[in-house]
């Protein structure tokens, strides 16, 4: 068998440190000159690349608490803007509502306390609070059937104060 037959892996395929400790392991080789100083030298390497080692390891723990601290301020932001959007959302269809059922009071009364009644606040509590209860839902419709029903029987004249 020939050396051709089995190459060796090139330094530059080698993890750089260790092809940094080979040079110099081949270094102090060839100043003192021999197999047993060779051996002597990469004895004496060793607690070197041990402490490099254990250097690196720290630091890239570091640097992976460092992207879990920022990957969790990043979600912190974006849950922020969610619900600051659903506030600019819920105040907007708010006053939408409010707004419509004032103007919609002096010809539809009924229509008017659907759109300002429990279904402005079922609504508000939706998009502010990000929460429904089946209590809201309960009021809106007990709130709808009672408009309607008092339209039925009156559909021209709102009722008295």
């Not at 059922?101 to 229509?111: E, I, K, R």
């Not at 309607?148 to 009722?159: E, I, K, L, N, V």
């Amino acid at each position: 068998m020939t050396t051709d037959d089995n190459p060796s892996p090139t330094v530059g395929a080698v993890d750089p440190v260790v092809s940094a400790g080979l040079q110099i392991a081949a270094m102090w080789g060839s100043a003192l000159g021999g197999a047993d100083t060779l051996d002597i030298a990469l004895k004496a390497l060793e607690p070197q690349l041990r402490r490099e080692h254990k250097e690196r390891m720290v630091r890239l723990e570091m640097q992976r608490a460092e992207a879990e601290r920022a990957s969790a301020e990043r979600g912190e932001q974006r849950a922020h803007q969610r619900h600051i959007a659903g506030l600019a959302v819920g105040a907007v269809i708010a006053v939408a509502m409010l707004g419509a059922g004032v103007y919609v009071a002096p010809d539809a009364w009924w229509l008017a306390t659907l759109l300002c009644g429990p279904s402005l606040l079922a609504l508000a509590k939706v998009f502010v609070l990000r929460r429904s209860d089946a209590g809201d839902m309960n009021a809106v419709t007990r709130g709808a059937r009672t408009s309607t029903d008092a339209a039925a029987q009156s559909p021209g004249s709102p009722p008295a104060p």
